[in-house]
């Protein structure tokens, strides 16, 4: 079991590491979803440190992940932004997926912006739509936060009433309203993968009050509440979960409905940074 007090040494070591390469103090931690990278690119780029360089750091296996922290600046804020990010079907634990988000608070982060790419289960949606979550399942069966709890990095039992913060998900709306970029509201249901779904599971997680599922994001956003950090959350809708009309899934496909829904989503999160 890792003990709370060697994560919190390790906090300190992993952001001290960044922050003799970076003199800035974070407002804003990003998590960039599969295929969603380009944002980054985006970013007045000040420090790019592969996560390999950080001490603690997790690294990232998937091809389509760079696994790279960017400091910089973007619409007037300053911010620490993960390309690339590590799921639970990698192997890696909950806790490992989320230690990114803590050295995010520890970098001065009040606020996450996270992005996906998820299947729709909502019959109303459509690939390539921009799902704004309004809240969550953890059907991931882990949990980030179990262990001895640390209470200089949150409480034992985090309250759980408004993970996405309301303010953002408002904002996140009128600036999607504002540049004509139509939005869908949703609950998404994180599951373990690496397989996507049979018939008979997007049939059940619609049933359960989902809208949309991936396989990353819930760790995270647990963590950043317990962080006491407001978090927003945009899904890209990469493909339909319809149990009754089904295709088989297809990689490229997925990725290709992610770069095309990618810029929608890239206005609205610059959009909403330059209001907050
Ligand atoms: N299921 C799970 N994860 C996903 C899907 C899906 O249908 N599409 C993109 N990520």
Redesign the pocket.
């Known amino acids: 079991m890792v003990m709370q007090n060697d994560e919190y040494v390790k906090l300190q070591e992993s952001t001290s590491e960044i922050m003799r390469r970076w003199c800035g103090r974070a407002n804003v931690g990003i998590i960039l979803g599969?295929g969603l990278g380009a944002l980054a690119d985006r970013i007045e780029q000040e420090t790019v440190i592969p996560y390999s360089e950080i001490p603690h750091f997790p690294i990232s296996t998937v091809e389509s992940h760079a696994g790279r922290l960017i400091l910089g600046r973007l619409e007037g804020k300053s911010i620490v932004a993960m390309q690339g990010r590590f799921h639970y079907y990698e192997g890696y634990s909950a806790r490992e997926i989320a230690y990114p988000v803590r050295v995010m608070k520890e970098l001065g982060a009040s606020t996450l912006i996270v992005s996906?790419?998820?299947?729709g289960l909502n019959p109303q949606f459509r690939a390539g739509d921009v799902m704004i979550i309004e809240d969550h399942i953890n059907l991931l069966g882990v949990n980030p936060l179990i262990g001895p709890n640390d209470n200089r990095l949150g409480e034992r039992f985090p309250d759980m009433s408004e993970p996405y913060s309301k303010e953002l998900i408002a904002l996140a709306r009128k600036v999607a309203l504002q540049n004509a970029i139509p939005t869908q509201m949703g609950v998404y249901v994180s599951?373990p993968?690496p397989n996507?779904?049979t018939r008979a599971e997007y049939r059940y997680l619609r049933m359960i009050g989902a809208d949309a599922?991936?396989?990353s994001t819930v760790p995270e956003v647990i963590v950043a509440a317990h962080a006491k950090m407001r978090t927003l959350g945009i899904s890209v809708i990469?493909?339909m979960?319809l149990p009754d009309a089904l295709e088989p899934?297809s990689l490229e496909r997925?990725l290709k409905n992610a770069a095309e829904a990618e810029p929608k989503m890239n206005q609205i999160i610059q959009g909403v940074l330059k209001q907050i």
Do not use: K, P
Not at 116 to 119: E, L, M, T
């Open positions: 599969t996906n790419a998820a299947g599951v993968g996507l779904e599922v991936g396989m990469t493909d979960g899934a997925i």
